[in-house]
């Protein structure tokens, strides 16, 4: 039985995966394939299923409608999640319109907070998968095969007999070591480029070392329940990547790679000890990080490592309950470079409580600490997350809330004592000011080694020189002055 997977940028449906004609759409960068659809492709392949990948991006609506009637799939399966949900829902309704007979199943974090409201939103999606996926579309593809029941599979939401219909829920896979490798096969590695800050060398691929994350930052909604692969698989898996399919580039897709040290020291040794010459990017926290463990990294091919900062200001850091501190950040960033790692680091304006003035302090906090990357976003609550059952409950007064945004390009949510145009000002203010330093391009200059280097700075410089300046917001304008001129001095 043939199954066609549609994948999206970092495992997300994206509007700019179909470039429409008429909306001029054609991004160059920023394309990677979806370790979480190739999860589950092992599972059908070994049930005698013929799996298909299509990757959006590299078809026009028109192809890839004529390709999905070519291969004539029983089952399109989609990953959504909340940031992209309102482009999902659309496409999702066009295939829908020209492929009626075929069963769209969706999956991700968005159907499986959301259940309900997906369908009530959505008339393209015949069913949805709540939480893991990979045993669950095994035993759906075999219903739809034998023309069984679907009552008995479990973690599905389906109509029957027009109503909506939940199955029992499915435990996890508490030991995901015994999960096959995601069927990198499937995808032409070489046809992929990601952000140019994601990666060294070509080609790169994602791996998915570890599932969840015991953390309670209010913005996030990543399962709390932490299982991680040992060091030993996942080298397996990257040696294979390495050895069969060339690739050179590897970015841990895990929220907090350095959660064991224990686990982290191993895979270095694995990793130098089977000479995998791999260059790697990983996320830590600052709190999770040492020089030991960072020069074991380096030693073992490690790069970049990507720490989510948020924000320059303590009280900040308190409302989003990071744990972390101010110090630690400046430490921990400071070590990574002193290493020779680069560092990244991830803000956010717009968090609760926080003003227009502890925007430009973060903005400065950021151009202060020895970081190679930075990127600068608004606070988007997203369903499941603390900040967003607050809004909903009356815990959190916001200036704006609009319930159903959830892309990082719309700014959804206002505080109070901040506007929706001091934020967009905010986060191009700090794109610009981080990247236009003379210091930092002359640093990018210096490491230049090859034109390939070249041209990946080059794609990176445009995406922030050429991006829509928004106005400084008028009734901040002389406090700001007078405010960088103090620093300054």
């Known amino acids: 039985m043939p199954a066609v997977w549609e994948q999206d940028q970092h495992d997300f449906m994206n509007i700019r995966r179909f470039p429409f004609k008429w909306l001029k759409i054609k991004p160059l960068v920023n394309v990677v394939p979806s370790p979480s659809l190739l999860y589950l492709a092992p599972f059908l392949k070994e049930d005698g299923h013929e799996v298909t ?11 890839m409608i004529d390709k999905i009637t070519e291969i004539s799939p029983e089952i399109i399966g989609v990953t959504l999640t909340s940031v992209d949900w309102e482009n999902s829902r659309w496409m999702l309704n066009e295939l829908k319109k020209c492929f009626p007979e075929i069963l769209i199943v969706a999956g991700g974090i968005h159907p499986t907070l959301w259940k309900e409201k997906c369908f009530d939103e959505c008339s393209g999606i015949d069913m949805i998968v709540i939480g893991e996926g990979e045993y669950t579309m095994r035993e759906i593809a075999a219903c739809i095969e034998r023309e069984e029941s679907l009552d008995c599979v479990s973690g599905i939401m389906f109509h029957k007999n027009n109503l909506l219909v939940e199955t029992g829920s499915r435990a996890i896979t508490e030991d995901i070591n015994y999960l096959p490798f995601p069927s990198h096969e499937l995808v032409d590695i070489k046809s992929y480029i990601p952000s140019p800050t994601f990666y060294k060398s070509l080609p790169h691929a994602n791996i998915i070392g570890a599932r969840g994350c015991p953390y309670n930052c209010t913005f996030c909604h990543t399962d709390r329940h932490v299982r991680m692969r040992s060091a030993s698989n996942i080298a397996d898996e990257i040696e294979l990547l390495y050895r069969e399919h060339g690739v050179t580039d590897i970015a841990f897709w895990d929220d907090t790679f350095t959660l064991s040290r224990k686990r982290a020291m191993e895979f270095c040794r694995e990793m130098i000890e089977r000479n995998i010459k791999v260059n790697w990017a ?11 463990l960072l020069e074991e990294m380096k030693k073992a091919g490690c790069w970049r490592v990507l720490y989510g900062i948020e924000s320059g200001v303590q009280k900040n850091l308190d409302t989003l309950k990071k744990g972390t501190t101010v110090q630690q950040i400046k430490q921990a960033v400071e070590l990574t470079a002193d290493v020779g790692i680069e560092a990244y680091g991830t803000f956010m304006f717009g968090i609760p409580g926080e003003t227009y003035e502890e925007g430009l302090r973060t903005i400065e906090f950021a151009c202060s600490i020895p970081l190679d990357y930075a990127v600068f976003v608004n606070l988007t609550p997203l369903p499941g997350t603390e900040v967003y059952e607050d809004l909903l409950s009356g ?95």
């Open 282 to 292: 990983v996320n830590a926290r600052v709190d999770s990080i040492d020089r030991e």
């Open 395 to 489: 815990n959190i007064t916001p200036a704006k809330f609009t319930e159903n945004r959830f892309n990082f390009k719309n700014v959804s949510f206002v505080p109070e004592g901040m506007t929706e145009e001091q934020i967009k000002y905010l986060i191009q203010r700090g794109h610009r000011k981080f990247y236009l330093r003379p210091g930092l391009i002359w640093k990018k200059i210096r490491s230049i080694r090859s034109y390939f280097d070249l041209s990946k700075y080059v794609r990176g410089f445009l995406l922030v020189a050429t991006s829509k300046y928004s106005k400084q917001p008028e009734t901040q304008r002389e406090d700001t002055s007078a405010m960088e001129s103090d620093q300054h001095e």
């Open 53 to 63: 990948y299509m990757e959006g991006l590299f078809y026009s609506l028109e192809k």
